[in-house]
């Protein structure tokens, strides 16, 4: 999932942004789509930007659920790239947007 304003992009590079890669001989992508418990079509893998205004929005982050192969466990993983930078204003920002991912 790049970043949709990559500061990489202005110098002639590819976006930064997140990934998820696993082993496909071990595990494998639950069905992307799934019925909720109130009868409703639900995306089970998504990605995209955090909400918010400018400062929120070129972050971004994949949810991906996978099941052990030969198993019935599955596990729901995630990354992200969350706002940079120190500061008490992007600290503010990251817990936000940790805050938003544990949502989805």
């Known amino acids: 999932q790049p970043k949709p304003y990559s500061p990489c992009v202005r110098f002639g590079w590819y976006s930064d942004g997140a990934a998820l890669l696993w082993k496909t001989e071990k595990f494998k ?13 639900k995306t089970l893998v998504v990605k995209g930007s955090f909400e918010g205004g ?31 930078k120190g500061g008490a204003t992007n ?14």
């Not at 992508?29 to 079509?41: A, E, F, T």
């Open 91 to 104: 600290e503010q920002i990251r817990q936000s947007q940790a805050s938003e991912l544990r949502r989805r």
């Open 29 to 41: 992508v639950i069905d992307d789509k799934c019925i909720d418990v109130d009868g409703n079509s």
């Open 54 to 84: 400018a400062a929120y929005r070129n972050q971004v982050y994949i949810i991906v659920p996978l099941q052990i192969k030969g198993t019935d466990k599955c596990i729901v993983v995630a990354a992200t790239h969350l706002k940079a």
